[in-house]
Every structure is written in C-alpha cells, then in structure tokens.
C-alpha cells in the first residue's frame, strides 16, 4: 500500500530522513516509535504531500506519490493526481484542526459535499453513522467548542473517515489531552483498526497503546530505522542499546 526507497529529506543543512526505506501492507497497522525529532512526523507529513522528499521516490497504492524532473524530486505540478492521492488518505492531528464556526456534523460533511460531490441528505447519513461509531451522535448540533478535547478528537476521526481513505494517519493523537481523556480515544482508535481494513500508520508516545494496537513497529533514531518487527520483538527483546535505552525511559 505504500512503499518508500531511498528516502532523504533535508531541511537545509538538517537530513531529517536519512535514505529510508520500507514498504506497508495494505491493512497493515503500524507504529512509528523513536525519540522526538527522529523524523516520524516527517514521513506523515510526505505521505499527505505536505512536504516534499529531497531524493527517493514514494508510491502509495502502486502510484507515484511525487514525480522525479532532471533528477529533483518536485510535488507534482498536475493538482487532479495530487487531489486523487490525497483522497486515499486521511490524516489525523495532535491539534485536531476542526472548523471553530461549523457544527459537529458540518465538520464531518464538508469535505466529502466539496470534494466528492456526494449529495448533502448522503453526507448527513453516513457523517451519523460515523458519529455514531465515535459515540458522539448526540453531539451532531454541537460547535467544537461546546465539546472536550476527547470529543473534538473523536470528532476529528469520523471526519478523516469521512471521505473513506485507504490510509489513516494518526499523528501523537493524544498527545495534546488531559490525561482522563486519553483512553476514550484510543478506544475509538481500537474500534477503527477491529471494524476497517484501512492501512494504519500512528505516531505515538503511548508505547502500551503502540504495543496493543500495532502489528509492526518502526524505532526510528535520527532519521533511520534502527527496528523493525512485531511489538512482542520489540518491546520485549530490543536489539539496539538506543531502543532499549528509549523504552526503559518511557515505558
Ligand atoms: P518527530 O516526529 O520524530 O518528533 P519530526 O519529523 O517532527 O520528528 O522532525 C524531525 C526534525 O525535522 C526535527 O529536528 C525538526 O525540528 C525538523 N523539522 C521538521 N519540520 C521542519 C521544517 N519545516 N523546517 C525545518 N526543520 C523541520
């Protein structure tokens, strides 16, 4: 479902991805662990196109993510194939982004009204559905800012899910909550990876939630992949000093 070779990015003279390579299964749910600033966020952010890799090549559901031009790699300038890979993939933030001046269910509408042309009475039935499965039906008519920050991320998830992506991303979900928050999202998360088959990609500092939820962790360390297996490896048995090192501190 997604494949990076030979990924750089540099941010000037920083090299924030240092040649990576690795592939996703579709279905597959993975967590990207490491410490902060080893380029987790990074690799979210190109796969929505936000950035930009400095060499490689990035291809999700068998396309090329960005097209290579007299040896630069450059965001396609054609905006439909950016608009098409962009719609297979929703994106989850820490600061849940969600429209101050537009209800609960207008949120969750919008984007497939704008950008998919489904019919508005469609958009309300299946925004319901969705709402429904965050646990927050009741909350249609509700602003943002009438809800707590674990009901604006709940509500956050069902408008990713909206517009019915092959690929979530979720970006250190939680980490903006109050702690008595915390699990009612990762409940829906849980929900989300038991009920789809969507690829799954989650940066997270919750390492137990990472070990529960993951079929495969990543342990990134400036800008490269020091671990990859199943969480038992490596939450139980590390290979590297770093990992074992990182885990002792968080776990
Ligand atoms: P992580 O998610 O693992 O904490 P990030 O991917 O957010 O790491 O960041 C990796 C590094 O890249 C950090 O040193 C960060 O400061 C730097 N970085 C990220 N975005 C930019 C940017 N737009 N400009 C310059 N440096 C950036």
């Given amino acids: 479902m997604i494949t990076l070779n030979a990924v750089t990015k540099r941010f000037g003279s920083l090299t924030v ?16 662990i490491g410490p902060s600033g ?12 936000l950035e930009h890799p400095s060499e490689g090549h990035i291809t999700v559901d068998g396309d090329q993510l960005f097209h290579m031009r007299r040896g630069e790699t450059l965001v396609p300038a054609n905006e439909k194939h950016l608009h098409e890979m ?3 993939i929703g994106m989850v933030f820490q600061h849940f982004n969600l429209f101050p001046h ?22 309300e039935a299946r925004a319901m559905e969705l709402l429904d499965m965050v646990g927050l039906a009741d909350k249609a008519g509700a602003m943002p800012a009438q809800l707590s920050g674990g009901q604006k991320q709940r509500v956050a998830i069902a408008r990713a899910c909206a517009l019915r992506p092959k690929i979530m991303l979720f970006d250190e979900v939680t980490s903006a ?3 008595e928050l915390v699990e009612e999202v990762l409940n829906v998360m849980r929900l ?11 940066v997270t500092h919750e390492m137990n ?8 962790v990543l342990f990134f360390d400036a800008g490269r992949i020091i671990e990859d297996g ?3 490896e490596i939450f139980t048995n590390p290979t590297h000093e770093r990992t074992q090192s990182f885990l002792r501190k968080v776990l």
């Fill in 192 to 202: 989300l990876a038991e009920e789809t088959d969507m690829t799954m990609l989650l």
């Fill in 177 to 179: 909550l109050d702690p």
């Fill in 17 to 32: 991805l240092d040649g990576l390579t690795f592939q996703v299964e579709p279905g597959e749910k993975l967590a990207l």
């Fill in 102 to 123: 537009k209800s609960v269910l207008d949120n969750v509408t919008l984007a497939p009204i704008l950008t998919q042309k489904v019919s508005k009475a469609d958009a």
């Fill in 38 to 49: 080893s380029g987790k966020t990074t690799i979210l952010r190109m796969l929505m196109t």
């Fill in 86 to 88: 962009r719609r297979k």
């Fill in 209 to 216: 939630f990472a070990r529960d939820f993951a079929d495969r």
């Fill in 230 to 232: 199943p969480p038992s």
